[in-house]
């Protein structure tokens, strides 16, 4: 494995998106913490808007990026029930297996050119999500900290 894949897996310092949601029942997904701007489902859609997007300039054509940030980030606290936070769940591991799919891809995969404006390559799009994801991610276990809920039962990194 590479230092991408293992990135966009949760692994060395870095904790695993899917381990850090997985186990949290649908009505504690959107619990507040005072002074925090975002819930923990608030933070998963707004990690999945952009691997969506992302996946889908990836596969062609390049997709329009949202003229604000505002636009990325979920407007409800948390999910509706159970059903939208499993889908939400879904959405997580389906994008994670395919960003992990990419990193594993051919040189010339990785090599091609996604955003014509930037001239970001595929690799550097995959990058930018594992650091992206990384950095939403600990937030996530910032808030699970702040709600008493970490780590999962599972196990997570304590320190």
Same mark, same amino acid.
């Given at each position: 494995?590479?230092?991408? @894949? ?13 381990? /850090? ?7 504690? &997904? ?9 819930? =923990? ?5 707004? #990690? !999945?808007?952009?691997?969506? =997007?992302?996946?889908?300039? =990836? ?24 059903? /939208?936070?499993? $889908? ?6 389906? !994008? ?14 990785? /090599?091609? =050119?996604? $955003?014509?404006? @930037?001239? $970001? ?10 650091? $992206? !994801?990384?950095?939403? @991610?600990?937030?996530?276990? #910032?808030?699970?900290? &702040? ?10 990194? @304590?320190?």
């Amino acid at each position: 494995m590479s230092t991408l @894949t293992d990135l966009l897996r949760g692994k060395g310092a870095h904790v695993d998106p899917i381990a /850090a949601v997985e186990d949290l029942p649908w009505d504690g &997904a959107g619990r507040r913490v005072a002074s925090v701007p975002h819930t =923990i489902w608030q933070q998963l859609g707004h #990690q !999945n808007y952009w691997m969506d =997007i992302e996946l889908k300039s =990836i596969e062609g054509p390049e997709q329009r990026m949202p003229k604000h940030a505002s636009a990325s980030w979920p407007s409800a606290d948390g999910p509706a029930d159970d059903l /939208a936070w499993q $889908h939400e769940l879904g959405l997580l591991r389906t !994008n994670l297996a395919q960003l992990h799919t990419l990193a594993e891809a051919q040189a010339s995969t990785l /090599a091609r =050119i996604v $955003h014509a404006k @930037t001239g $970001h390559t595929v690799e550097a799009v995959l990058w930018l999500l594992a650091a $992206h !994801n990384s950095y939403h @991610t600990g937030q996530i276990v #910032q808030l699970r900290q &702040a709600l008493g809920v970490w780590p999962p039962p599972g196990g997570g990194v @304590t320190w």
